[in-house]
Every structure is written in structure tokens, then in C-alpha cells.
């Protein structure tokens, strides 16, 4: 079992996540996986071993020979997938040059995790969106080439309505550890995820402004080019918000566990795996716009759901401090996340697998 992504550990994100559980669940089952990345972080950097064994997973970090934004094209990539003599190689997100190359190689089962990256224009930049554009109409047939994974019912729809293929859909997982952790308080308001254009941070603090809320609002993740300018406008506007950076696991949980809400502010997401995580907790979310984030965190179950402006999220903030309706979503969080445990949603991938080999 190949396992091909574009970053893999210690980078991590929601796809990185996704791979090394999926892989370290595989090794635990007695599959042999191999994970072929590229050596690089996100801005660029190669700083890894070339090749290494973790948590029975072997890790190839193969040499990029172009690189842009967060894409990497190497020629080593299909001789190395033919050298591991892998009867299933599972790739991950759409666009990138490795599914192009993979989906070329006869005498294997291809998979495809596209990982829902259907960003709008506003999120994206004018440059972004058209190359993706061109890739969806020129490169359809591609697609059509793999057995496809759908992450959400609203990637399952857009899979079937741009390319007119089927895809089975398993959802990314939570920790069962998270169920088991209580909360504590309601100190603050948090976002946990990347600090850059697509997120819509910017909009998160105006809308926090506006509120008019006493309680802080945490901001906690990488740093991807908004760092400077949200500590400046922080600081210009005298807010009562603190950027804490990247953070590990531990301060993560524990950042959850006071939160009052779990505030995801990208108009549209893949999933929002974060909110799952703070809905194990008991802790609602408030969202914003229409994606992927409406299956992680369902409006009126689990989340208050605004429109992509401050003055609409500003309201949504409002709302989440009335203790009849926070009660109430609290309550629903928690149920609604029992749908997305690890011991639940892993299993899926091996009766996936395994309906794929009996087809072959």
C-alpha cells in the first residue's frame, strides 16, 4: 500500500492528519504502507531525512524538481511507486502534479482522495482560481481514472456535477481521545487553523470587533503570510485577541476545553475538522458561509451559520452568548460528533479497499 501526498509528517494540516491516521491504522492491521511525499515544508524549506521509518509507516521524502505554493513535481515520483511493487496507491488531493503522473500507471488500483479543495474566487486570488479552472475542464478525464473518496455530501455533489463520477464518502475522523476530555469553562472564543487569505481572518476580527463580546478571542496556527498584518491591525484596533502561533496537541486540547465556541469564518471548507474536535469537547461552532463545514457542524444542531460579512458574523458572535441557545448547541455537538470517530470512520477504508480488490 503506497500511500502519495503532497506534505506529510512533521507537517501537518487536515490532509497530513488524514494520511498518517489512515496509514498508522493500515500498518496496524498488518498492511505494509509506504508514504511518498516530498522533502519540503510549506514554504519551501527541504529539511528531512531523505528516508525514514515511523510508527511502522516507511516514509520516502523524494526531491522536488519544481515547486510553487504549497504544488511539487518530481520524475522520481512513478519509479519509486513501481519500486514498491504496491497493488493499491492511494493519492491525495486533486490538482497536484502526482495525481497526472499516477494516473498514467497500468496494473494498479488508483485511488483518489481530492480532499475537496473547491475554494471561491474571493478565497483563492484571481491566479489560483483560474489555474484551477483550467485543471477541472482540461484535465476531466484525469479524475475519471481513479476510484474517488468524497470527504462530505457537498464534495460528493460538486464530484458528480463538474466530472460525472461516483465517489464513496468517508469522512475524516476525530481522536476518540477528545471524547473522553471535558470542558472547562467558556473563557474565550478560538480559531484553530492557518493564518492566511483563504481562512478569512481578517473578516473573523472585524466581525469581533463589531460584536461588541467581553470575552478574548484566541487565534492559534501556522503562520501562511497574514502573521504581520493581524498582529498589526490587532494592536491599531487595541483588540482583546491574542495570536499564540502554531500550537502542539496538548495546548490545542487544552485551548478547546475553555472555549465558549469554536469559530471557523472561511466561507467555504473542505470539512473543519477543528470544529469536529471541539464538538467531541461539547463545544458548539459558529460558521460561516456554505461547504463542507454544514456536514462537520450542521446549523441549529451544532453551530449558529452567518453569511460571509463582519456584520453578519458579528451577530453570530452575539448569539452564541445567550446560554439558552449555547446550552443547546452544546448538547448537539457532542452527539453529532460521535458520527465522526476514528474507531468509526477508519474501518470504512478497509471494506473500501477491500470491495476494490474483489472488482480488480
Wanted: a positive charge.
Amino acid at each position: 500500500m503506497v500511500q502519495v501526498a503532497p506534505f506529510y509528517y512533521p507537517v501537518m494540516g487536515g490532509v497530513e492528519k488524514v494520511v498518517k491516521d489512515l496509514s498508522e491504522f493500515l500498518s496496524s492491521r498488518g498492511f505494509e504502507v509506504v508514504v511518498i511525499t516530498y522533502n519540503r515544508d510549506r514554504r519551501g524549506v527541504s529539511k528531512f531525512k531523505h528516508f525514514e521509518e515511523l510508527n511502522g509507516i516507511k516514509i520516502l521524502r523524494i526531491r522536488p524538481k519544481l515547486t510553487w505554493s504549497h504544488g511539487s513535481y518530481s520524475p522520481e515520483l512513478v519509479t519509486k511507486v513501481k519500486e514498491s511493487r504496491a497493488d493499491i496507491v492511494h493519492v491525495h488531493v486533486w490538482r497536484h502534479p502526482h495525481v497526472f503522473q499516477i494516473a498514467k500507471m497500468e496494473g494498479i488500483i488508483k485511488v483518489l482522495h481530492p480532499h475537496s479543495p473547491f475554494y471561491s474566487l474571493k478565497q483563492s486570488g484571481i491566479i489560483n482560481w483560474t489555474y484551477y479552472r483550467i485543471v477541472d475542464t482540461l484535465f476531466r478525464n484525469t479524475i475519471r481514472q481513479y476510484k474517488l473518496i468524497s470527504i462530505t455530501p457537498f464534495e460528493k455533489i460538486t464530484l458528480e456535477r463538474k466530472f460525472k463520477v461516483q465517489s464513496k464518502l468517508i469522512p475524516n475522523g476525530v481522536d476518540d481521545l477528545f471524547f473522553s476530555i471535558s470542558k472547562r469553562g467558556d473563557e474565550h472564543y478560538l480559531y484553530l487553523g492557518r493564518l492566511s487569505r483563504e481562512k478569512n481572518v481578517v473578516s473573523l476580527l472585524k466581525a469581533y470587533e463589531l460584536s461588541g463580546t467581553d470575552r478574548p478571542l484566541i487565534l492559534a496556527g501556522p503562520d501562511n503570510g497574514l502573521g504581520k498584518r493581524i498582529t498589526k491591525l490587532v494592536s491599531k484596533r487595541k483588540l482583546n485577541v491574542k495570536y499564540v502561533g502554531q500550537v502542539d496537541d496538548a495546548t490545542k486540547i487544552e485551548l478547546l476545553r475553555r472555549s465558549r465556541a469554536v469559530i471557523n469564518p472561511s466561507p467555504y471548507e473542505g470539512l473543519g475538522l477543528t470544529l469536529l474536535e471541539g464538538e467531541a469537547m461539547g463545544i458548539p461552532s459558529i460558521i460561516v458561509g456554505h461547504g463542507g463545514q454544514e456536514f462537520a457542524s450542521p446549523p441549529g444542531v451544532s453551530s449558529i451559520r452567518t453569511e460571509d460579512s463582519p456584520e453578519a458574523l458579528a451577530e453570530g458572535l452575539r448569539s452564541m452568548e445567550d446560554d439558552v441557545i449555547h446550552s443547546k448547541l452544546s448538547a448537539g455537538a457532542r452527539s453529532w460528533a460521535e458520527n465522526f470517530k476514528l474507531s468509526v470512520v477508519l474501518p470504512m477504508y478497509l471494506e473500501f479497499y477491500s470491495n476494490l480488490y474483489q472488482r480488480a
